[in-house]
Each structure stands twice: as structure tokens, then as C-alpha cells.
């Protein structure tokens, strides 16, 4: 038990850090007497006293933490804080467990699923408490937490590593890990207040810009509005959020030293920004087209506005909504499901497979396609002009293999349960790629709540599966981990 002290200190500090951010929403309840205070206060100390004890149980613990211990500290973060997470929800709203966890698990992943009903009614501070569990959930508690490791003899890069996806994993933005966590959050939050700013200035009240700038930057999809964004039916409003869900859909490695350089370099030469750019806008035109030639809406310029947000909204995993997608043909909303698989970019605050893999998937299929035609051409796989190692094309193989089979194994899993195979399959992958909305039952004029205790626990297996990119919680599920 004494090798996972290092782990257990850690994870009681982050709790601590964790109950400290439950203030937030505990003071703004108190300006606003919505009746919820009591609520935060009785999380505030399960939360703050539960991490106490932790730390306090290892506190001698000075040993760095291994790699191991990295992948280990990861996966209790994201499985356990929603606990803690979605007490206020239990202790105002009177949920089920099952229900606040799976609440808490979607906004700390940024999914966006929610299984709440008359948002326009809930006590304003349970609202941006779910917008506030995605801003932290967006960037990751983990690279902020790294930032204030190296003060307690602790350093970060392995949680780093194991949390953060794609190319980052192995790439330090500044000589210190300390700097590189500052850096990112530095500009995660420079670029939300802008939002709150254009937000505010395109016709929102001061807090639903603060929660849905949130919501934005952490592409969560979490609102204060059953109809999300249908509240407002603003073309002003609409056209803000795509641009800044089109930005967090990038990598914020890339915003980062674009940034630090003063210059649109670094974008020029991110192999993923301009797939990214293309293949979004290019289906916004496609979906609109579709729709206007199907009659859906009676002329191009309103096909292209809602296509243009929802379109965007669902293809960087974010979950907004400005109307009832669903409804349309049903080619739109499953190109957009597609999307969401795979279009944003590694180092986002988005899920799926990220656009990086997508690319060297591509490229390795037309490579074999070449070798097929001319068996003995060398014909090597590059991103950027770079040859990618063979054991970056073996890894990226084996992520899509295992992400094919979750999510069949997922969808079989909650047909098993009785529920229709579009539900089933859409919340599966809705699921998994962190994007909220799926189709039918679980489509965006309505909520998760129509599942089962059953159904609502696999979705929330699969926000975890998805968040940490499969392999970070497989890898803590074999037995090989847990030997000495």
C-alpha cells in the first residue's frame, strides 16, 4: 500500500484545490439567495475534508511520481471527482446517484449529456456550477495541477503525459512543465473572458455569458436554457460562439506560441488546422446545401445559419443546439455524429479520435493502396514532411481498432438493455467522443434522462473512455499494472 502514497497525496491535494473552486458558486448563491448555499456548503466539507485526510495520511511521501503512478492519478481523478462534483446536485436537486454522477461526469469531461430537466428554473448557481465543472474539465484539473505540484516536492510531467492527447504527449511548449501548464491555462483563459465579452456585447446578460463562455471554451454544451441556444434565436449570438468553438476546436499548443511568437506561423505550419478548418466549414456549405435543396428551410441564408451552428457546434464535440436537428433529414445529423468522431484537433478541448489521427489513418490506407499497385515503391507516411515513426502508425492503428470496438461493444450493450439501435448507437458515440446530443430518444430537444440506471452507467463508462482516449484507463484495468 505504501508504493501508491505519492498517488494518494496528490490526489488528496487536488481535492482540496477541488473544494476550493465550490466557493465560487457557494458565494454567488449567497449574492443571489437562490436558495442553494446550504447545498455547497455540506460538499465543501465532504470535498475538502476528504482530500484533508488523504493528504494528511501520506504527507511524508516526497517520492516523485512514476510513470505508473501518472496513469493511475489520471484515471482516479476523472472517476472519482465526479462524486464529489455532483453532490450539490444531489443535496439541492434531490437527483439519484447515478444521475449526478453521470451530470458531474459530463461536464467534467465536456460532454454536454445532461439528464436535467427546466434548466430556466434551477437556482442560477447550479448552473454555473455545471458550466464552471466544464471550464475545468476543458483544459484538464491535471495540467493546471502541475502548475502547483513542483511547490509540494511533487512534479507533474507524468500526469501531463498521460493526460494530455496526441502530439503533446511528447512535447514540452516551455523548458518547465510548471510553465508549459501556466502557459496553456493563461491562454484558456484570456481567450474565455473575450468570449464573456463578445457574448455580452452581442445581446447576453452578464451570466449566461459567464456559463456559456464556460460551455464554449470548454466545448461542454452545458446551458442555463432548455433550448439551449434556441432561447435566444439570435443570428449575432450564434455567429459569436462559432467562432470561438472553432478556435477551442484547435490546438491550444498552437494558440499558445501563435501567442508567444506574435505570429500566425505556428497555424501555417499545424498539419491539423487547416483539415480542421476545411473539412468543418466545407460540410457547413454541404449540410446547408442539402438542406436547402430538401425544402428544410425556404431559402439558402437560413439553411446556412443553422447549419452553420449546429454543424460546427456538434462537429467540435461541444452539444449546442439552435434547433431541433434532429428533424432534419436524416443524412445531416448523422454526418454531424461522423464528424464529431474525428475533426478536432489534438490538444483541444474536444473529443474523438482528433484530426491528427484521422490524417495518418488516411495517409496509411493510401500508402497501402500505392504498395498494392507498386510493391516494392517507398512510399512513407508524413505529416508536416515528416516521416511518422512505425511505431507512431502501430499505436494509431491499435487506438482505432480499440475505439471501433467500444463502441460496438458500447452500442451492443445498451441495445441488450432494450433500447432502440439509433438511441443506443447515437449515445454510444455521443458518448464517447464527448459531444453530448446524440439521436432519437437522446436527441437535442430532450435529455438523458429517458435512460435506464443501466443505460445512464455506460454512457458514463463511456465519457470516462473517451476523455482519457481509451488506452490511459485500459491500461489501469490490466492486470500487468497492478503487479509489482
Known amino acids: 500500500m505504501e508504493r501508491y502514497y505519492p498517488v494518494v497525496r496528490v490526489f488528496g491535494v487536488l481535492l482540496c484545490c477541488f473544494a476550493l473552486a465550490m466557493l465560487v458558486p457557494l458565494i454567488f448563491s449567497w449574492w443571489q ?36 503512478d501518472g496513469f493511475l ?34 461536464g467534467l469531461t465536456t460532454t454536454g449529456s445532461t439528464v436535467l430537466a427546466n434548466l430556466d428554473t434551477l437556482p442560477p448557481s447550479i448552473n454555473l456550477w455545471r458550466g464552471m465543472l466544464v471550464w475545468l474539465g476543458g483544459m484538464g484539473l491535471i495540467v493546471l495541477a502541475v502548475a502547483i505540484l513542483p511547490l509540494l516536492g511533487i512534479g507533474g510531467r507524468q500526469m501531463f503525459k498521460a493526460e494530455t492527447p496526441g502530439p503533446m504527449k511528447d512535447s514540452q511548449l516551455t523548458p518547465r512543465m510548471t510553465q508549459t501548464a501556466k502557459g496553456l491555462w493563461g491562454v484558456y483563459a484570456v481567450v ?8 455580452h456585447l452581442a445581446g447576453m446578460s452578464w451570466f449566461d455569458a459567464v456559463m456559456h463562455s464556460f460551455s464554449t471554451m470548454g466545448l461542454g454544451g452545458f446551458s442555463s436554457h432548455d433550448a439551449s441556444f434556441g432561447f435566444w434565436n439570435s443570428p449575432a449570438i450564434e455567429a459569436v460562439v462559432i467562432v470561438f468553438m472553432l478556435l477551442a476546436g484547435m490546438n491550444f499548443a498552437t494558440m499558445f506560441l501563435a501567442l508567444y511568437g506574435r505570429s500566425f506561423q505556428p497555424y501555417l505550419r499545424d498539419p491539423e488546422a487547416r483539415w480542421f478548418l476545411g473539412v468543418t466549414l466545407g460540410s457547413v456549405f454541404g449540410i446547408a446545401i442539402y438542406l436547402w435543396a430538401m425544402g428544410t428551410y425556404p431559402n439558402f441564408l437560413t439553411a446556412l445559419r443553422h447549419a452553420a451552428f449546429n454543424v460546427v457546434s456538434i462537429a467540435t464535440t461541444t452539444g449546442f443546439a439552435s434547433v431541433d436537428y434532429n428533424l432534419w433529414p436524416a443524412f445531416a445529423p448523422l454526418w454531424m455524429l461522423f464528424l464529431s468522431s474525428f475533426a478536432t484537433s489534438a490538444g483541444s478541448t474536444g473529443g474523438g479520435i482528433k484530426m491528427i489521427r484521422a490524417i495518418i489513418l488516411y495517409k496509411q490506407v493510401y500508402r497501402e493502396l500505392m504498395r498494392s ?74 435529455t438523458y434522462e429517458v435512460l435506464t440506471d443501466f443505460q445512464t452507467w455506460v454512457c458514463s463508462f463511456a465519457m470516462l473512455l473517451g476523455r482519457l482516449e481509451i488506452f490511459t484507463l485500459l491500461v489501469v484495468l490490466t492486470p500487468a499494472f497492478w503487479r509489482r
Not at 452500442?411 to 438493455?417: A, G, I, K, Q, V
Open 73 to 106: 492519478m489520471v484515471v482516479l481523478v476523472w472517476s472519482v471527482l465526479p462524486v464529489f462534483a455532483g453532490m450539490p446536485l444531489m443535496f439541492q436537486l434531490g437527483v439519484s446517484f447515478t444521475d449526478a454522477y453521470f451530470e458531474a461526469m459530463s
Open 192 to 199: 474565455t473572458v473575450l468570449c464573456i465579452l463578445s457574448l
Open 373 to 446: 499497385m507498386h510493391p516494392h515503391v517507398v512510399w512513407p507516411v508524413r505529416i508536416g514532411g515528416d516521416p511518422v515513426p512505425q511505431n507512431i502508425l502501430f499505436a494509431v492503428l491499435a487506438f482505432a481498432f480499440v475505439y471501433m470496438c467500444s463502441i460496438a461493444t458500447l452500442t451492443l450493450l445498451m441495445s441488450f438493455s432494450g433500447l432502440e439501435i439509433v438511441t443506443a448507437f447515437s449515445a454510444v458515440v455521443a458518448s464517447i467522443n464527448n459531444t453530448g446530443p446524440g439521436l432519437n430518444q437522446v436527441g437535442p430537444a430532450t
Open 33 to 68: 439567495h437562490d436558495g442553494a448555499e446550504s447545498a455547497y456548503d455540506e460538499a465543501f466539507l465532504l470535498t475538502f475534508g476528504t482530500g484533508t485526510s488523504l493528504w494528511w495520511s501520506a504527507r511524508k511521501e516526497t517520492h516523485e511520481l512514476k510513470v505508473r
